[in-house]
């Protein structure tokens, strides 16, 4: 059925539980895992780019902690159920091209991930998940 399974996860609750279910059906399925965490570039937030300049150690250093954070905690659950996971962290002013462009140069099979993410439910309508189910041609698992 499915061979490689992609996870992107922003950490959020609901993320997690999405991750949690792809790691189900990845061992349901004897799949193998890629997490993947898609950060935003600190110029990409800020209307003047060199105003960011001071920051940008800073920023990405945080970005690089919470990464992490959110990756060893996708990969310690796939191995606790014996699923192989690899992880793997873009910066993309886009993170729903990432995930399309990740998903397709990875070869997965299908893409599992959270119906809203950390804006919560009331940002689904601009939601990350629905530029992917527009754009994926990979299958989408949305988890609500």
């Not at 990432?98 to 998903?103: P, R, S």
């Amino acid at each position: 059925m499915y061979t490689h399974i992609l996870l992107p996860t922003d950490g959020s609750d609901l993320s997690k539980a999405a991750m949690k279910h792809g790691i189900a059906l990845a061992k349901a399925t004897g799949a193998k895992i890629t997490a993947l965490v898609v950060s935003t570039p600190l110029q990409s937030l800020v209307v003047d780019p060199s105003a960011a300049t001071k920051a940008l150690a800073q920023y990405k250093a945080l970005v690089a902690e919470q990464t992490a954070k959110y990756l060893d905690h996708v990969k310690e659950d796939a191995e606790r159920m014996g699923v192989a996971c690899t992880t793997l962290s873009v910066e993309h002013d886009k993170p729903y091209e990432a995930i399309v462009d990740t998903a397709r140069d990875h070869g997965c099979d299908l893409v599992v991930m959270a119906s809203h993410g950390l804006r919560g439910v009331s940002a689904i309508l601009g939601s990350e998940t629905l530029k992917v189910l527009t754009h994926s041609t990979v299958p989408i698992l949305v988890y609500r």
